[in-house]
């Protein structure tokens, strides 16, 4: 695993354990939810059967492009590649890879018992808030160069894995997560 992806790894793991972005993995697998009218799967626990009040499910793999994360990231021929439910604690998970190999973004849908409150990812040494429309959004260097957008009770975490050389990672996340807001439910 190359260095630079060493942090985004710890922080995904850091955010699964530490801010709560677990999920009861009841949740149906994300092709099988119906989609807007913006492309983005989504339905809600209750309809899923997760007994869940209400709180939106995402694709994760409908919350950005492959195009978006290229642009973004850097890195060239990115595809998606969604996780099978069980393998991460969430609602859905999409890793955007480039040429086959190497993850440049991941994007988790967090379970419902994860925190909403934005102050509580500011509260982490070095967090910025990130300027989105319609959500709120920040920049959690400290949870392993991880942004989190929170929607409508539901949030989505972004992991940063191998922005390209030349690429900060702050700047890959603040131009991904108004795409991410603009497709959440």
Not at 28 to 49: F, Q, R
Not at 110 to 121: L, V
Request: proline share 7%.
């Amino acid at each position: 695993m190359p260095i630079r992806t060493w942090p985004a790894t710890f922080g995904l793991l850091l955010c699964l354990i530490v801010v709560g972005c677990g999920g009861s993995g009841a949740t149906p697998d994300a092709a099988a939810l119906p989609s807007d009218e913006t492309g983005a799967a989504a339905t809600t626990d209750a309809d899923a059967g997760a007994g869940g009040g209400g709180v939106a499910v995402a694709d994760a793999c409908a919350l950005l492009t492959a195009d978006e994360v290229e642009a973004a990231s850097g890195q060239p021929d990115v595809e998606t590649q969604a996780s099978g439910i069980g393998t991460f604690d969430g609602q859905s998970q999409c890793a955007y890879m480039s040429g086959g190999l190497l993850p440049a973004v991941i994007v988790t849908v967090a379970g419902p018992d994860t925190n909403t409150d934005i102050n509580g990812y500011l509260a982490l040494p070095e967090s910025v808030r990130l300027p989105v429309n319609g959500a709120e959004a920040a920049f959690v260097p400290a949870a392993g160069f991880m942004a989190f957008v929170i929607k409508h009770g539901l949030v989505v975490a972004l992991a940063i894995t191998a922005p390209a050389e030349g690429k900060e990672f702050q700047e890959v996340a603040a131009a991904l997560v108004q795409p991410i807001a603009d497709r959440m439910p």
